[in-house]
Each structure stands twice: as structure tokens, then as C-alpha cells.
Nanobody, 124 residues
Framework: QLQLAESGGGLVQPGGSQKISCKTS????????IGWFRQAPGKEREGVAC????????IYADSVKGRFTISTDNANSMIYLQMNSLKPEDTAVYYC?????????????????WGQGTQVTVSS
């Protein structure tokens, strides 16, 4: 049974950095598409950063390119999202997700297993 659990969210000042983590179990990160998504109040869930391509190259939303970095520690079944130069518009609940089929996509509809989310608030 696939399980994902996020941690590391909190309150960050604009321009600051935060690293959030996702502990996974029940599957091998080498063989699954994985990603980070976020949902702000009143908005749809959107893809932020995913690894779902045959060569493992990441896909980033335009709004976070150059600021966010997705990484994995396969030995410890962890997924990370390093967030730098944070902006108030980055405020959202952040979710990690996985799917056994890699579709070269960072669309939420292409991911079947989800964590419970962690709140990231960017505010002074």
C-alpha cells in the first residue's frame, strides 16, 4: 500500500527559504512518477514540480522555475522540495503524490496516491 506523508511546512518571510519533505513507503521511487503540488484557498490544485519523464528530468511550473528544486533520496524513500525566494503567492497547502505510470506530466489528474498535505505560509 502506497503511503506518503509530508512535513516541514510553516511560516516563512517573503524572500526566505523552506524545505519540505515527503516520507514514502510501499513503493520504489525509482519506478514511480512523483511530484509536488499545491492548492491555495479558492484555487485549483496545481503541479509545482514533478519527476515523471523517462530520463528522470524534472518538470517545473513556470511560476517556480529557478526558485524551487525537487529531489529524492531513494535509499531513505524521501522526496524533497527546496523552495527559495519565496513569495506571498506561494502560500498554499503543499502535497506530494505518486503514480506507477510516468506520463511526462505534472498534472494532478495523472497522480493516484496522495499525502495529507503541509501548510506553507509566506508572510511578513
Amino acid at each position: 500500500q502506497l503511503q506518503l506523508a509530508e512535513s516541514g511546512g510553516g511560516l516563512v518571510q517573503p524572500g526566505g527559504s523552506q524545505k519540505i519533505s515527503c516520507k514514502t513507503s510501499g513503493f520504489n521511487l525509482d519506478w514511480y512518477a512523483i511530484g509536488w503540488f499545491r492548492q491555495a484557498p479558492g484555487k485549483e490544485r496545481e503541479g509545482v514540480a514533478c519527476i515523471s519523464t523517462p530520463d528522470g528530468s524534472p518538470i517545473y511550473a513556470d511560476s517556480v522555475k529557478g526558485r524551487f528544486t525537487i529531489s529524492t533520496d531513494n535509499a531513505n524513500s524521501m522526496i524533497y522540495l527546496q523552495m527559495n525566494s519565496l513569495k506571498p503567492e506561494d502560500t498554499a497547502v503543499y502535497y506530494c503524490a505518486a503514480d506507477r505510470i510516468s506520463r511526462s506530466s505534472c498534472q494532478p489528474r495523472h497522480f493516484g496516491s496522495w499525502g495529507q498535505g503541509t501548510q506553507v505560509t509566506v508572510s511578513s
